[in-house]
């Protein structure tokens, strides 16, 4: 977190503009690279420039951990079906509960501060993602495993060239819920230190500032 918050926040504000506005406009195009950029100028014109850096930081942070464990567990959940059914109840279990209750065992276990923030994140958001992979490595037609087996290749290619690329939309989109339920998460850390925006808006409701 330290690390990514320094890059982030250290870097002058220009640089990490002109990097993000490139994504934009490589990925998607000039009209959501304007609307990035006007974002971008918001955040900037009014203060919050820093605090967006340290919740991206703590997003960031989060959201790659989820990825980290949450693709291979969904690959493995996809592939085995008892482990999946082992899996599933906790899944349940963590996309149910209301998202204030994770932060009471975070707490307990972890005091409070930004890494028990990014705990409580990571159970939140890892759900999506572990859910979304197998569901796509379970969707991928059998006839083509077996070609692909006819054909003489191994386990490990059928897995990385055959099975990982057809189910890839589907790991996409639990990727993209991931990341959005971990945006939701780290604002409502801010409740047990996590700073950033989270802590503006806190406050602003605490005392009715618009």
Known sequence: ??????????????????LVLLAAYRS?????????????????????????M???????????LCVLFGVPLGIW???????????????DLM??????????????????GRPPGVVATIIFGLPPVVR????????????????????????WFVMTKVELPLAMPSMMAGINQTILMCLSMVVIASLIGAKGLGEDVLVALQFAAK
Do not use: H
């Open 1 to 18: 977190i330290d690390g990514v918050d320094t890059l982030l926040v250290g870097t002058p504000w220009p640089v990490v503009m002109a």
């Open 28 to 52: 998607s195009g000039p009209r959501v690279a304007i609307f990035t950029a006007a974002a971008l100028a918001y955040l900037g014109l009014f203060g919050f420039w820093e605090k967006a």
């Open 54 to 64: 340290v919740t991206v930081s703590l997003l960031g942070t989060a959201a790659f």
């Open 77 to 91: 959940c996809g592939k085995n079906k008892r482990v999946y059914v082992t899996v599933r109840p906790v899944l």
């Open 95 to 112: 996309q149910t509960m209301p998202a204030f209750v994770y932060l009471i065992p975070v707490i307990a276990f972890f005091g409070i």
């Open 132 to 155: 979304l992979t197998a569901l796509g490595i379970q969707g991928v037609p059998a006839s083509i495993k077996e070609a692909a087996v006819a054909f003489g290749a191994s386990r």
